[in-house]
């Protein structure tokens, strides 16, 4: 498990303690976007089309701090845009990092190494590098060479400053499943805490819309990937999100488990769709239509949805639904998933296995990130 035990601990006490108090809804993660502009452009990226004048702007540090409160998340995860643009990144961080809260940097790394100085080595603190596959790949996505190299080397870096560091990678219809495999061999070597996977969303605003994946060639996809996968290889995500990517375990979407502060407020319903703001996150929590959004509400921009932000959430209700989805976490940690997991092909329309459901497909919570 490659989640250090102080989040696992922070995380399950403030589920117990929101499940204690009745509440079905609350949030695990803040994902606190500071800015929005970033120095590269990405083709799969929809949150660098807005208008220069919004690009230029950014939240001030009292606005952070004050979101990171009110939403009382245990975790915060900062992504953008580039994080390390932001003139006044060290101040939010460091403020972060006093409420002890596990923080989460997230960055294409192209100014990491340069700024490790201004950062203090905490057990609070990690950077997620932005890798999107092996070299080729990477580039390839980010639209710029050289950056898979620039990255890695700031990773060696911060490894050796005494940071935690993870990495994050989207995947896309020309992922070759060899290729990767290969490619999370390599992202160990470098020391790296754990790594995190997802299918790339369809950003209506993305300039490039021909290599986001749909829901049957994504689990197709990850169960290549994953088969037999080594216990060599740390993720930094539970492994029942791993089997949902597998298409092993059914899960429905829980936006709220994440939700997103930005320069524009709380953002309905989540990070990856922008339909509309609450003023406070109490408005966002009470007065959003959450029945809207999810597979299960029919909702087109939903249907092909896989990522992390929504159903993480979802991998934490199962565990703690029942005594059996503990057990079945604790099995599955101590064992991995069933060498049985079904036919390689899926039913494009499978029957709905609830979050009790019996082995093979097995709930799990390693933790949030």
Same mark, same amino acid.
């Given at each position: 498990?490659?989640? +250090?035990?102080?989040?696992?601990?922070?995380?399950?006490?403030?589920?117990?303690?929101?499940?204690?108090? @009745?509440?079905?809804?609350?949030?695990?993660?803040?994902?606190?976007?500071?800015?929005?502009?970033?120095?590269?452009?990405? &083709?799969?990226?929809?949150?660098?089309?807005?208008?220069?004048?919004?690009?230029?702007?950014?939240?001030?540090?009292?606005?952070?701090?004050?979101?990171?409160? #009110?939403?009382?998340?245990?975790?915060?995860?900062?992504?953008? @845009?580039?994080?390390?643009?932001?003139?006044?990144?060290?101040?939010?961080? #460091?403020?972060?990092?006093?409420?002890?809260?596990?923080?989460?940097?997230?960055?294409?790394?192209?100014?990491?190494?340069?700024?490790?100085? =201004?950062?203090?080595?905490?057990?609070?603190?990690?950077?997620?590098?932005?890798?999107?596959?092996?070299?080729?790949?990477?580039?390839? $996505?980010?639209?710029?060479?050289?950056?898979?190299?620039?990255?890695?080397? $700031?990773?060696?870096?911060?490894?050796?400053?005494?940071?935690?560091?993870?990495?994050?990678?989207?995947?896309?219809?020309?992922?070759?499943?060899?290729?990767?495999?290969?490619?999370?061999? #390599?992202?160990?070597?470098? @020391?790296?805490?754990?790594?995190?996977? !997802?299918?790339?969303?369809?950003?209506?605003?993305?300039?490039?819309?021909?290599?986001?994946?749909?829901? =049957?060639?994504?689990?197709?996809?990850?169960?290549?990937?994953?088969?037999?996968? +080594?216990?060599?290889?740390?993720?930094?995500?539970?492994?029942?999100?791993l089997e949902f990517l597998k298409g092993a375990?059914?899960? #429905?979407?829980?936006?709220?488990?994440?939700?997103?502060?930005?320069?524009?407020?709380?953002?309905?319903?989540?990070?990856?769709?922008?339909e509309g703001y609450a003023t406070t996150f109490?408005?966002?929590?009470?007065?959003?239509?959450?029945?809207?959004?999810?597979r299960a509400s029919g909702n087109p921009k939903? @249907?092909?949805?896989?990522?992390?932000?929504?159903?993480?959430?979802?991998?934490?209700?199962?565990?703690?639904? !029942?005594?059996? &989805?503990?057990?079945?976490?604790?099995?599955?940690?101590?064992?991995?998933?069933?060498?049985?997991?079904?036919?390689?092909?899926?039913?494009?329309? +499978?029957?709905?296995?609830?979050?009790? $459901?019996?082995?093979?497909?097995?709930?799990?919570?390693?933790?949030?990130?």
């Amino acid at each position: 498990m490659s989640v +250090p035990v102080g989040q696992m601990v922070a995380v399950v006490g403030h589920v117990l303690r929101q499940r204690l108090r @009745g509440n079905a809804r609350y949030p695990l993660v803040l994902m606190l976007e500071p800015l929005f502009r970033c120095n590269l452009a990405c &083709g799969g990226c929809g949150k660098i089309q807005h208008p220069a004048a919004v690009l230029r702007r950014h939240l001030s540090v009292e606005q952070c701090l004050a979101a990171v409160d #009110e939403c009382g998340a245990p975790v915060v995860s900062i992504p953008g @845009g580039e994080p390390l643009l932001h003139p006044d990144i060290e101040r939010i961080v #460091e403020g972060i990092v006093a409420r002890r809260k596990y923080l989460y940097l997230c960055t294409n790394a192209l100014k990491l190494e340069e700024m490790l100085p =201004r950062f203090r080595p905490s057990p609070y603190l990690a950077f997620s590098v932005h890798l999107d596959g092996p070299r080729e790949e990477h580039d390839h $996505a980010v639209c710029r060479e050289g950056v898979y190299d620039v990255a890695v080397a $700031a990773i060696k870096a911060a490894r050796r400053a005494g940071f935690r560091v993870t990495t994050n990678s989207t995947l896309f219809t020309d992922a070759d499943p060899v290729r990767y495999r290969r490619f999370f061999d #390599e992202v160990m070597a470098l @020391g790296v805490e754990g790594m995190m996977i !997802s299918p790339g969303y369809p950003y209506a605003k993305a300039p490039d819309q021909d290599h986001f994946l749909p829901r =049957r060639r994504s689990e197709a996809l990850f169960r290549r990937i994953l088969e037999a996968a +080594p216990r060599r290889w740390r993720f930094n995500q539970s492994p029942v999100f791993l089997e949902f990517l597998k298409g092993a375990w059914d899960l #429905e979407c829980r936006p709220w488990g994440t939700p997103t502060y930005n320069l524009f407020g709380w953002q309905r319903p989540c990070y990856l769709l922008e339909e509309g703001y609450a003023t406070t996150f109490r408005q966002l929590m009470e007065e959003t239509d959450w029945d809207a959004y999810g597979r299960a509400s029919g909702n087109p921009k939903c @249907g092909n949805c896989m990522v992390h932000c929504g159903y993480e959430p979802a991998a934490v209700e199962a565990t703690f639904g !029942s005594l059996g &989805g503990l057990l079945a976490t604790a099995r599955l940690v101590l064992f991995g998933p069933p060498a049985d997991q079904g036919p390689t092909s899926v039913d494009p329309q +499978p029957a709905a296995r609830p979050s009790g $459901a019996s082995l093979p497909q097995l709930p799990i919570l390693e933790q949030v990130a």
